[in-house]
């Protein structure tokens, strides 16, 4: 009998451990003669560093050594996933506020924290540090990076590390009865996941293992094979389940300074970063928007002109890939006539950012849909119809090479009846609504391994990691479905580069997709072997037996998977091993190098009240529906839809890096860094998804967990706009912000 599991919610893989305590985290982990770090940094953005005495350090009991850049090899080592840009620790001048200038390693965190208060850092502060985009753009600014590590960029001159170009249509032939312009700005906020990062390295005698909180093990693994020039067989990378990551622990940090700090010790080190230097090494792009467009009379979109800027911090790590694909979708799901925009990855003396959930679109998706809702009062018209008239039908190609994939006009609809579009409101309230759309992973592969055991349980292995976005759960249900194997009876192996085969990365909500389908297909791989079997064992055509479900389907009778595989096998034993393949090549032709997997789309409705007296926010109602294909394990979609729009509210209402003018972070930490509590959610909160089953995953599934995030900002603020009357185009919209846009209001009356 099939164990049906697609479409139900089994107890989550892995979540007894979380709830409990018992889960390993890497800060858990305690390797024999282990040593631990602590980094040394300095007050200050931007500094060059004169010398770094030692001396101090080093002779108190306990430490065994402290590294600078003058211990690595010369030239300093760089790393990075586009740029080579990033060094293993500063070298010669620091960039960011935070930015390590030295790790000191000892036999206990107590003698390494005293040991970096012991290292003296002689170093010169230096002016003209860029903390913005306007002073970065400035014909007379100072260089944020060398030059002479950009190569031949023509921006190799500037703090413009490129500028993307995309567009179709030609935007001033377009007549237009309506032209809107404005200019937003969305800022620095941190991922702020539970679990901070850590960093841990021990020698092998001819290679070097490493744990890390890493999305990404194989890439961290490529990094550093070509970093210490290793093979790739020498270098292992253990990956446990991080404690959230949210994109923030995609890329390499740390791990290649762990790295050679481990090799120079001779022994295992370990690198655990507190909550308030997690806040000083990861963060999101904040970003400038100025967008243009043009609308018919009756509200049909005429064309569409977007200029982004965004302030990604001393070093690239992804940020450019951020920009790159953000902005191929910002004119989002509308059937535009002409387009064109402009993308600029540009660095500053600010916290490095990186990948972070939503990826690039919340910031784009923030001024779009605010222009939108301009347009929609000066033409007189809902602002609900507007989107409708302009939204891109199913199958209709809205972006070059790309179409919609989903019926988006019913997730919209269902997004307005669930927030009460149109009902009356009393004084003070508002509603508003906002439509997002991110695409998927333009490329990818994955392996994965699956083997179904003799005892009819069964082991699956995935180089997928586990967030907390529940692929545990999701790759035990589709090996559930296809082997006939109860959920509870299936092991899921993960964060291993030496147990399980490849996977190029967990992010872009690929995992179920992508790696859902390779362990699918290696389910269909011991489904193969297995109907061989059976032909054999019972003496009919294999060409006659037909497979549901977990069940073989004989001309004369049903025999589960398990049942015949266990009949073939004895007395020996064994088991049944299926290989699994999933691949989406590479598009040279495509802008992203490959059109998009899936999109996801999302709607979001808001309503809130707001206090006129001291510009207070209150969350009366908030919907998020997504267009997911189908759920899997709906407890797990909706968890991830609140989730994600809980950390949307986040940065539309409160969150926000405070820099003073020298650069330095003024609200670092837990108190200081303000995140939504209970005290601070919705009063009603609701996440529906459209399941038309159109995806291209397992069951026709398509990505899930970042949808409900992506328009959180303008839905929110379009609702503040009609309760005051007032328009705020900067995040977030904190209490102070909406009064002051309140007394500016009244005084212009």
């Not at 107890?11 to 602590?38: C, F, N, S, W």
Request: a negative charge; proline letters at 6%.
């Amino acid at each position: 009998m099939s164990a049906q599991s697609i479409g139900s919610s089994p107890r989550r893989g892995g979540g007894y451990g979380r709830v409990t305590g018992h889960q390993e985290y890497l800060a858990d982990i305690k390797l024999p003669d282990m040593l631990h770090v602590k980094l040394v940094t300095l007050d200050v953005a931007r500094a060059r560093i004169n010398s770094i005495d030692v001396s101090e350090a080093e002779s108190l009991p306990g430490v065994a050594f402290v590294m600078t850049a003058a211990d690595l090899p010369d030239p300093m080592p760089r790393f990075g996933p586009q740029f080579q840009d990033r060094p293993v620790i500063a070298d010669g001048e620091t960039k960011y506020h935070g930015e390590p200038v030295a790790a000191v390693a000892a036999e206990t965190k107590d003698a390494a924290e005293e040991g970096a208060r012991r290292v003296k850092v002689d170093y010169e502060k230096l002016e003209g540090g860029i903390f913005n985009v306007t002073d970065a753009l400035a014909p007379d600014a100072v260089l944020v990076q060398d030059p002479s590590l950009r190569g031949d960029s023509p921006f190799a001159q500037t703090n413009v590390i490129d500028e993307k170009r995309f567009g179709w249509g030609d935007i001033e032939a377009q007549e237009s009865d309506l032209v809107v312009e404005d200019n937003f700005q969305f800022p620095m906020v941190t991922h702020f996941a539970i679990e901070p990062h850590g960093f841990m390295a021990a020698p092998t005698g001819d290679g070097i293992e490493i744990w890390s909180t890493i999305q990404h093990p194989y890439l961290l693994q490529k990094i550093m094979a070509k970093m210490l020039q290793l093979p790739l067989s020498k270098v292992r990378v253990h990956a446990p389940d991080p404690g959230g990551g949210f994109g923030g622990k995609q890329i390499p940090k740390f791990e290649p300074l762990v790295a050679f700090m481990a090799l120079r010790a001779g022994r295992p080190v370990r690198l655990v970063l507190t909550l308030d230097e997690t806040f000083q090494q990861v963060r999101r792009s904040s970003a400038e928007i100025r967008i243009r467009a043009g609308f018919t009379s009756e509200g049909a979109l005429t064309f569409m002109d977007v200029e982004t800027n965004f302030l990604v911090g001393a070093y690239v790590d992804i940020a450019d890939r951020v920009v790159s694909k953000s902005s191929y979708a910002a004119a989002g799901p509308y059937r535009i006539p002409a387009v064109k925009i402009i993308g600029r990855t540009i660095v500053s003396h600010t916290t490095p950012s990186t990948a972070f959930r939503g990826f690039g679109i919340p910031q784009i998706g923030w001024a779009r849909e605010s222009l939108i809702d301009e347009a929609a009062l000066q033409l007189g018209m809902d602002r609900l119809e507007i989107r409708l008239l302009n939204l891109a039908r199913y199958k209709e190609a809205f972006i070059p090479m790309e179409e919609a994939d989903g019926d988006w006009e019913q997730t919209v609809r269902t997004a307005a009846k669930r927030i009460g579009w149109g009902d009356p409101l009393p004084p003070n309230r508002g509603r508003g609504i906002a439509v997002g759309l991110k695409s998927g992973p333009t490329t990818g592969l994955s392996y994965s391994t699956v083997r179904l055991l003799y005892d009819g349980s069964a082991m699956v292995y995935a180089g997928t990691s586990d967030m907390g976005q529940g692929a545990r759960t999701i790759f035990a249900q589709i090996a559930s479905d296809e082997l006939g194997v109860p959920v509870e009876q299936i092991s899921v192996v993960m964060g291993d580069t030496a147990v399980v085969p490849y996977d190029q990365q967990t992010s872009a909500s690929r995992s179920s997709v992508l790696m859902g389908t390779a362990v699918q297909r290696a389910c269909f791989d011991i489904q193969g072997k297995v109907r061989a079997m059976a032909a054999e064992l019972y003496g009919v055509d294999e060409a006659a037996i037909k497979i549901d479900s977990g069940n073989l389907l004989l001309p004369d009778r049903d025999v589960a998977i398990v049942d015949a595989m266990q009949q073939a096998l004895a007395p020996l034993g064994g088991e049944v091993i299926g290989n699994g393949e999933m691949r989406k090549q590479k598009d040279p032709n495509h802008p992203l190098g490959g059109t998009a997997a899936f999109f996801e789309f999302n709607c979001t409705a808001s309503e809130v009240e707001v206090d006129m007296e001291t510009g207070h926010v209150t969350l009366v109602k908030h919907v998020t529906v997504g267009d997911v294909g189908r759920s899997l394990n709906p407890q797990q979609v909706t968890a991830q839809d609140d989730g994600a729009a809980i950390q949307g509210l986040g940065h539309t209402l409160m969150e926000h890096y405070i820099f003073d003018d020298e650069g330095r972070i003024r609200n670092i930490g837990a108190i200081d860094y303000r995140i939504l509590t209970s005290m601070d959610l919705p009063l009603e909160m609701h996440s529906e998804s459209i399941e038309n089953a159109d995806g291209p995953g397992p069951y026709g599934i398509k990505g899930v967990s970042e949808g409900s995030l992506l328009v959180t900002a303008p839905a929110v603020a379009a609702a503040v706009r009609e309760a005051t009357g007032v328009l705020i185009r900067d995040l977030p919209l904190t209490p102070q912000r909406v009064w002051e846009a309140l007394q500016e209001a009244k005084d212009g009356s």
